[in-house]
């Protein structure tokens, strides 16, 4: 018989929520039951603790379209070390039931690796993303029932910036005209929507660090500007109050389990190209709270999400990863060496050393940091001896440690010899520094980025973007860190520029002010923000079984 | 100092759920807690048990804008029959929140007659509009996406008939064009946006009986037209079973409580117009399984929500009601007499007597139906003694039951004397009959509605509507119920004519099939299926509290 991953959720043993919350020391108290395998956490009512937990962040190397693996190695690791007694949760995403339904692949792990109850977890889970789309188009109707009912705070329709929003695949609604049908319709003008996930409002609750604070984050977003050019805020609409109420049980984190029974927070899933792309920050340090290590992830290759994770996430957060594990593939290594998609399953050493500059660069950006990072090599059944050895003795030549993982295939044992090495890098003292300073200037925080992180030689302003800084620097809103917008297959901007392109210069082609989130949009491509489906979407083998079973959920 | 809905539910001894599904017969094995006081029911795991309770069912005389108190009399009177020591439930609607952002006023009973938590059932609850939403926009999005990868089942862009839902009050997504700029958006075209709560996925989820027929009941809907004018279904897209996916944790109903610990299930709301406008059937049942007496509502006045009730809801539940309970109220029968709304709470003896004749018209057609309805007199602190003594001089010579009812103030308490006349209606032997059969013609079902429910002359049918009744025909479609889309304000299809209106003829706009739902919409005005909002909407005064207590919400 063939396993899939929804077979394997389907059969493995789930204990009752309970159980895992006393596991992971949570009082009842603190607990919120959401049917009988997930629950809420009101962080409020944990026993006073400090956020002593360390932190693995687990990123990769610049991907293929399928991705490495990298919530599976994730799950994988903290199963590691649950075997090896320690005190441990993972922190992951909440996944889009846009890509549910449109692309095959889940975002709880795979195999012998995963989160529970998977189908849950898909499907509308707590309610989180449901209710950030409530609040992103409360707002929106609040914007056009502003103007339609005169308009007093002078916002020019042109001008706004806010969209509407839904967690869906759609591509018909990326662009669309509104408030049709003569004044019963309301102000009519352009406005698009984005998928939920890529909703300011989502890097809002992600990076919130109480209510008061996301209430605060919520008031600061802008939404348009006036005739006079003037930046209009949730604020000077007066409906912070509101948006803060439809959310406040969306910012509470979700408590699961891994199919090894590891306490697992699922909560927050920002886009990870226009914002973040990591799990929220009250995720993260609830897990600090309770857990010795805490294991999480970041979107995209380590260029992106690691360097958001500590320039972003952490900096708000108060804390910095004590070990990075980076995860490569012997296919992904194949595609920066060269071979094209189609090929990618066929043996070729020579074509995985060419590629293997790839991960060089990934580490040594890590080590920028202060962080000796951990290479996880995740294995697929494809690969050869001669391929993996190939990596083994660059590994050694270059005195990186790696290890091969099996995880999806056997769970936390397939980790463990990752979580060894792991352990010695969380025990190592270490000197933990960023490479930008909020306050320095946004040119020179691009460049840092570019330079340092991607490889490249300099960035490059469009008059645009030049004209958006002048516009930034007037409104003092440059002091914030960058969320840059880029590509994950290539170092560069540029999607084919695979391996280890050098001497290149980055485009900006866009700077958006997202001071709710507290951070710069920096476009460096067309960056899709509303997804399509796919001429066969995966809904097409869904359905329902009589008992209510999920079926084709992956 | 002033009560208000949300003061009140604040202050009120709220028990854990269990306890309630104990108090109601339910097992725990049957019970999925949503936090505290919530949870879902799975009625696969309830003892198997006929549904053997008698419905009480609750309407109103013809309303004014602010509604008679139909939802805190329906509550009301089940704490009433609680107090009494009788095995009682309560079914109502669950609420939009669209309304609740823009309009003060809530739609979980009032004052001492509330279901808790008001907060909670008022917000997102437990997510089952937001799985609809989910569910119509998917369905939105597999439509255009069709179009956009090669259209081979031939769909007419101009002739796509399903639209796209947001639970929310917002009038600039009425009328919109979707699928703008190139090749990369989709295949532009008109749309609209409906309040979810008026989605045929609402209708249908509220009539299905299991989720086998949930999946084809949604199988059945039409989506559109072919160029050859055929119908497409949501079958013809293979979508559904993954509609049903998204939508069987919404198919479970919701059990809560009142004020009084009475247990009570809220699930579904269809809108009252473009729908029948009552809780789920699956609700109905389920408590009808677990008590010998449900309360339950319908939305607006006895002419549109007894008349669907009857026709529609319980017609496919096997069931009828026992008692009916029409809601009266001096204010409203004021309006009737003439009086404008600005000067309502100002006595006026004559004007009640005068507009008694618009809840004669009520009463007669309950009694058609073979059931002697018991008027409940709802008092305001505006009434007056002598206005009072009008209503039941009138009711004492007419021969009909009348209890005046103070729940609002007094929770069950001020139901006790309406409880024992509708507790002698449900003990009296009946013999229920409907006025129509659903293989009569669709003239024939529409004539009856409007002679011997509305008091009215005849029918006219539109050049259009006519078109659409030979199209209903040729695929027939035709041995349907109706589901009457009219004004609530007056008996007529003109919201001006009040009190009880004769010898006029309603004009039937459009006929729209509603395969999923199971019946045809008929079309007699403008019906709003997209709310707008206020100049100052609600959620101006909604806010946070610091340990995240609801400010504002009513």
């Known amino acids: 018989m063939s396993f899939t991953d929804l077979s394997i959720a389907a ?3 789930i204990l009752p929520i309970q159980e895992i919350a006393e596991r992971a020391g949570i009082p009842d108290e603190a607990l919120e039951l959401y049917g009988k395998y997930k629950a809420k ?11 002593h937990g360390k932190v693995v ?22 199963d590691a070390f649950n075997q090896l007694n320690e005190s441990v949760m993972v922190a992951l995403r909440e996944p889009s039931l846009g890509p549910v339904m449109g692309v095959k692949g889940g975002a709880t792990g795979g195999g012998f690796a995963q989160v529970l109850p998977m189908e849950d977890i898909n499907l509308h889970f707590t309610g989180d993303i449901h209710a950030i789309t409530s609040a992103n188009n409360a707002l929106a109707a609040f914007i056009d029932n502003h103007l339609h009912q005169g308009n007093s705070l002078n916002i020019d329709p042109r001008r706004i910036t806010w969209k ?7 591509r018909a609604l990326r662009q669309v005209t509104i408030g049709l049908g003569g004044p019963a319709g309301g102000i009519p003008r352009q406005d698009g929507f984005d998928i939920t996930v890529a909703s300011e409002i989502m890097a809002v609750l992600c990076l919130a660090t109480s209510l008061e604070d996301l209430k605060e984050r919520l008031a600061r977003m802008v939404i348009g500007y006036t005739y006079d050019r003037l930046p209009i805020t949730v604020r000077d609409l007066e409906v912070e109050g509101a948006l803060t109420l439809l959310l406040k049980e969306a910012l509470k984190p979700n ?20 914002a973040h792309g990591c799990n929220s920050l009250m995720a993260t340090n609830t897990a600090r709270r309770l857990a010795d290590i805490v294991v999480t992830e970041a979107g995209f290759g380590a260029d992106l999400g690691a360097e958001k994770f500590m320039h972003i996430k952490s900096r708000k957060g108060g804390f910095h990863p004590d070990a990075v594990v980076i995860v490569a593939t012997v296919r992904a290594l194949k595609m920066h060496g ?26 040594d950006t890590i080590r920028q940091f202060g962080i000796e990072p951990v290479v996880a090599l995740n294995r697929f059944v494809t690969d050869s001896e001669s391929e993996i050895n190939e990596i083994i003795e660059w590994a050694d030549a270059a005195g990186v440690a790696i290890a091969l993982t099996n995880v999806w295939e056997q769970g936390g044992a397939g980790g463990l010899e990752l979580a060894a090495l792991v352990k010695q890098e969380l025990d190592r003292p270490k000197n933990f520094s960023l490479l ?10 691009l460049r840092i980025i570019v330079q340092k992180v991607y490889g490249g030689a300099d960035i490059q302003l469009t008059d645009k973007a030049q004209k958006q800084l002048v516009e930034l620097k007037k409104y003092g809103w ?10 994950q297959y290539s170092l560069s901007d540029q999607p084919k520029l695979l391996g280890r392109p050098e001497g290149f210069t980055v485009t900006i082609r866009e700077i958006m002010p997202k001071l709710g989130a507290g951070f710069l949009v920096c476009l460096t491509g067309d960056i899709m923000t509303m997804p399509g489906l796919p001429k066969q979407p995966a809904a097409l083998k869904m359905d329902v079984g009589v008992n209510g079973e999920a079926i084709g959920l992956f």
Chains 1, 2 share one sequence.
């Open 436 to 445: 930008y300073e909020e306050t320095d200037s946004v040119e020179e925080k």
């Open 11 to 13: 059969d493995a043993k």
């Open 255 to 274: 408590l699961v389990q891994t199919i090894e029974g590891t306490p697992a927070i699922i909560h927050g899933g920002p886009f990870a190209n226009i």
């Open 338 to 363: 060269g071979i094209e998609k189609g090929l990618l399953a066929e043996t070729d050493s020579d074509a995985v050393r060419r590629g293997m500059v790839n991960l060089a660069k990934h580490v």
């Open 478 to 487: 440059d002091a914030l860190p960058i969320c840059m917008a880029k590509t």
């Open 164 to 170: 509407r929003a839904l967690d869906i695949n759609d």
């Open 41 to 51: 956490i009101n962080v409020n009512a944990l026993p006073t603790a400090t956020a």
């Open 57 to 78: 962040l687990v990123t990769a190397i610049s991907p293929t379209p399928a991705g490495e693996g990298k919530s599976t190695v994730t799950v994988g690791l903290a």
